[in-house]
């Protein structure tokens, strides 16, 4: 897919303005209170800039004055000194005017700048995760910066050079027709009609221009907030140039917009300039034959041509303004589209707002769920009770639905209605604030702040003491990870952890879920990247927490949810098997099997995974299986799981096709190996406490 289809496929042009273009009320509408609350200040700016203007329009007058009364050689002897003092005075004003206007405007649309900047990250964060999906980070951050500059910058300079246009135009014509000519005035203005014509058509077209170059800037943003993200992936890949590719792909179609773009910029200034020469040349002109048939004094043509050339600034201004005020509005079309997205899912009228907390009792009944644009139902008919301060464990091959059932819990993902319930309410009777402070969750990906540990740590438990961080690292398994860091809880941790292990991070995240002693706590995979003897111990501690919060398990590995209370088994959004551990050996369906593949690869996880691979190509083992290799046997069980996905895989088939149990035992009896070649030991529940193991603080 070309680079252009996929950010179409994508999703980042489908971000479309929220009105037609004309409607200024309506693109700044979002705006409305805060310039109604600045509105004064506003106003006091234009009104300084209409000061500023009057004090200029003394100059030319005064030295029109001047250069009759030296022409007709009746020069005063103090008339000369009162005129400098005076135009001395008209400067000083000027400067005072033009001040409080900067301060007044440019500092209003300062503050304009934060309030929106702040408005918009305090509207993303409440939209839902599938909103997400559907847009890139990149972009959105270049709506988040370049397009809130863009506003800001209209409402600053570009109100300046519109309203400073406007008056300034209005004035010195006026002043013109009254104290010089008004045949004089009128050809001088005449081109008026005609750079009001042109500003109004390369606007349109500006102001469209300038769009494309701010989706263009998005998109490289894009690319580079990527790249930066996954700049170990690339290297370890080796696709440096590809990248490089896509990237100068993506900035070229940038420089393109740009270049169409000032090709417009760079047309429509010179032609208003070129009009403004007219004026002055037709002004020159007529004005020279007014004063050889003295039909004006040399002074008022000196003073007509001042005023004129006062005009020039305006008539330049006003191309400049349009395109300030385009870039402004264009801009602030494409935030509108972030402003409009609504949560999909928020408080309502289901929502009880007197419930103030939960207890941790978690029902589901009849749940089927599937994502939106998706054919495929990822949960499909699940039904289970958690009685506050329960545990239950969920396991299941990839894609069956686990971590979909956590983000419902969550409220990531909108539920059917009465088919979730919390504390025997449905779950969207519980206000998001109470149900989201009550759940702690750690991802089967933890993403970590670029912070310290203990930033981390406190992350929404900001008040915890020493003593509760101490136990939550400890019954986390950080403790000795944290004792290897010369700074302790004050290691930096760099970018989404980048300067820890892949199981410190879990550690890490596990211990600030641990940290909020919330009363549902939901691990998603939590401990893949554990060792066995880290394993053991997190287990031990979270077997000390039953009766005291409601735990949701979901894992890969049968030893971390063998201590459930109740064990759901999942296949294609399914319960296939429920039961406890014991219950579920017993029964000697998928649960039981993949309890003893992951047995074999405990026992000796090269031989194990050997003799799996092996048998499950038709053949036993041959040759000395190696020893003391080294592997952790955590990462043993994870090789003979993904071995015993397959071969499920397979067996199911061959299942369907015999129609019978033969095939299923003859699977099962394959993948444990010839008898009599191993003795196969089965995955038993072990004590809450074990010998050497302290206990948890309380």
Do not use: C
């Amino acid at each position: 897919m070309a680079y252009n289809e996929a950010q179409e496929s994508f999703g980042t042009r489908n971000i479309r303005p929220s009105r037609e273009a004309g409607s200024v009320r309506r693109t700044f509408r979002h705006l409305g209170p805060f310039l109604r609350e600045n509105r004064h200040r506003y106003a006091w700016g234009i009104l300084f800039i209409f000061l500023a203007d009057v004090a200029q329009l003394l100059t030319p007058r005064l030295i029109g004055g001047a250069v009759d009364r030296l022409a007709a050689g009746a020069m005063e002897p103090g008339f000369l000194g009162a005129t400098a003092a005076i135009l001395l005075v008209a400067a000083a004003l000027t400067f005072l005017f033009r001040y409080a206007w900067r301060m007044l405007i440019f500092g209003t649309a300062r503050k304009l700048e934060y309030t929106l900047r702040d408005r918009l990250f305090r509207h993303l964060v409440t939209l839902s995760p599938g909103w997400y999906d559907r847009h890139k980070v990149g972009d959105l951050m270049a709506r988040a910066t370049n397009d809130i500059g863009a506003v800001r910058f209209a409402f600053g300079g570009g109100v300046v050079m519109f309203f400073d246009t406007v008056i300034l135009v209005a004035l010195v014509v006026g002043t013109m027709i009254v104290t010089v000519d008004l045949r004089l005035t009128a050809l001088a203005t005449a081109v008026f009609p005609m750079i009001a014509l042109l500003s109004r058509r390369f606007g349109r077209e500006i102001h469209r221009r300038f769009k494309d170059v701010q989706a263009a800037f998005g998109r490289v943003t894009e690319r580079v907030q990527e790249n930066l993200s996954g700049v170990r992936v690339v290297r370890a890949y080796g696709i440096e140039a590809p990248e490089e590719a896509a990237f100068d792909a993506a900035s070229r179609e940038l420089l393109e917009k740009n270049l169409h773009l000032i090709r417009l910029q760079a047309l429509f200034q010179p032609l208003v300039q070129l009009f403004v020469g007219i004026a002055m040349f037709v002004v020159l002109l007529y004005g020279g034959r007014l004063v050889l048939r003295q039909e004006i004094t040399v002074g008022a043509f000196v003073a007509f041509s001042a005023y004129l050339m006062m005009l020039v600034w305006p008539m330049r201004a006003i191309g400049w303004a349009i395109n300030i005020l385009e870039r402004g509005a264009a801009s602030m079309e494409r935030l509108n589209a972030l402003f409009d997205a609504e949560p999909e899912i928020r408080d309502d009228e289901r929502t009880d707002p007197a419930i103030r907390s939960i207890r941790g009792e978690i029902a589901a009944r009849g749940l089927s769920f599937r994502y939106p644009g998706h054919e495929a139902a990822a949960l499909a008919d699940v039904s289970f009770t958690v009685p506050a301060g329960g545990t239950l464990g969920i396991i299941g091959p990839t894609g069956s639905g686990k971590s979909t059932l956590a983000a419902l819990l969550s409220r990531l993902y909108e539920a059917p209605d009465e088919t979730l319930f919390i504390d025997g309410r449905p779950i969207a009777a519980i206000p998001l604030s109470v149900l989201r402070s009550s759940i702690a969750v750690v991802p089967q990906e933890p993403f970590l702040f670029s912070g310290t540990i203990e930033e981390n740590l406190r992350f929404g438990a900001e008040d915890a003491a020493p003593e509760a961080i101490a136990w939550a690292v400890e019954a986390a398994g950080f403790h000795e990870a944290l004792e290897r860091f010369p700074d302790g809880l004050n290691t930096v941790v760099g970018e989404r952890g980048v300067m820890l292990s892949g199981g410190e991070k879990q550690r890490l995240a596990l211990a600030r879920a641990l940290l909020r002693r919330a009363p549902i706590l939901i691990l998603d995979d939590a401990l893949s990247a554990v060792d066995a003897r880290t394993e053991r111990h997190i287990l031990a501690r979270l077997r000390e927490l039953r009766g005291r919060q409601t735990m949701i398990i979901i894992a890969h590995r049968v030893s971390a949810v063998m201590f459930a209370d109740e064990i759901l088994v999942l296949d294609g959004g399914r319960i296939v098997e429920r039961g406890s551990h014991l219950e579920l050996m017993q029964k000697g369906g998928r649960y039981a099997r993949l309890a003893r593949l992951q047995s074999l690869a405990l026992d000796d996880p090269f031989d194990g995974a050997e003799a799996v691979k092996t048998t499950a190509e038709g053949g036993p083992p041959t040759g000395p299986a190696p020893s003391g290799a080294g592997q952790s046997a955590a990462d043993g069980a994870d090789a003979v799981q993904n071995v015993a996905e397959a071969a499920e895989a397979g067996e199911n088939a061959a299942g369907k096709a015999d129609a019978g149990e033969d095939g299923e035992d003859a699977a099962e009896t394959a993948a444990a190996g010839a008898p009599g070649d191993r003795t196969v030991s089965l995955p038993v529940e072990r004590p809450a406490e074990r010998a050497g193991e302290r206990s948890v603080r309380r």
